[in-house]
């Protein structure tokens, strides 16, 4: 097994992208299209990965008044526990490194997926389409 990330190049691509994106969050935690596919979706960079050249998640990033912002990973049900969120935060942080503020707003499940890759909770839980969130920022 083989995975793989690729910057979206393509409008096909980046529909594949959207598609994990309605499966994950708005099929499976009930989020509303309208919350999810935002504005932001044509100024962000978003990744694709593969497994043995199938897609399997998603991820993008933007950036803000604060710093560059990771959003959006998501892990397609049958492509979980296979290293695909992991693949996917070590190449956006790759390309993000030379920046001086990374930061993500972490659905509370995963806040210690992320803080395995140095992010740490600042600041208090708060509601984003009725998910407690934390933001986390990269420890410099």
């Given at each position: 097994?083989?995975i793989?990330?690729k910057?979206?190049s393509?409008?096909s691509e980046?529909e594949?992208?959207?598609?994990?994106r309605?499966?994950?969050?708005?099929?499976?935690q009930?989020v509303?299209?309208?919350?999810?596919?935002d504005?932001?979706?044509d100024?962000?960079?978003?990744?694709?990965?593969?497994?043995?050249?199938?897609?399997a998640g998603?991820?993008?990033?933007?950036?803000?008044?604060?710093g560059?912002?990771m959003?959006?990973?998501?892990?397609?049900?049958?492509?979980?526990?296979?290293?695909?969120?992991e693949?996917?935060?070590?190449y956006?942080?790759?390309?993000?490194?030379?920046?001086?503020?990374?930061?993500?707003?972490?659905?509370e499940?995963?806040?210690?997926?992320?803080?395995?890759?140095g992010f740490?909770?600042v600041?208090?839980r708060?509601?984003e389409a009725?998910?407690?969130h934390?933001?986390?920022?990269l420890?410099?």
């Open positions: 097994m083989s793989e990330i910057q979206i393509s409008k980046l594949r992208a959207f598609a994990i309605r499966q994950v969050f708005c099929i499976e009930n509303s299209e309208e919350i999810e596919m504005e932001f979706d100024v962000a960079t978003h990744i694709l990965a593969y497994i043995d050249d199938k897609v998603t991820a993008r990033w933007r950036f803000t008044e604060e560059a912002k959003e959006r990973f998501a892990v397609l049900k049958e492509a979980r526990g296979k290293g695909v969120g693949e996917l935060v070590k956006t942080l790759d390309k993000l490194i030379n920046n001086d503020f990374i930061y993500l707003n972490a659905q499940s995963v806040i210690k997926f992320y803080e395995k890759y740490e909770v600041g208090n708060f509601y009725d998910i407690p934390k933001k986390m920022i420890k410099s």
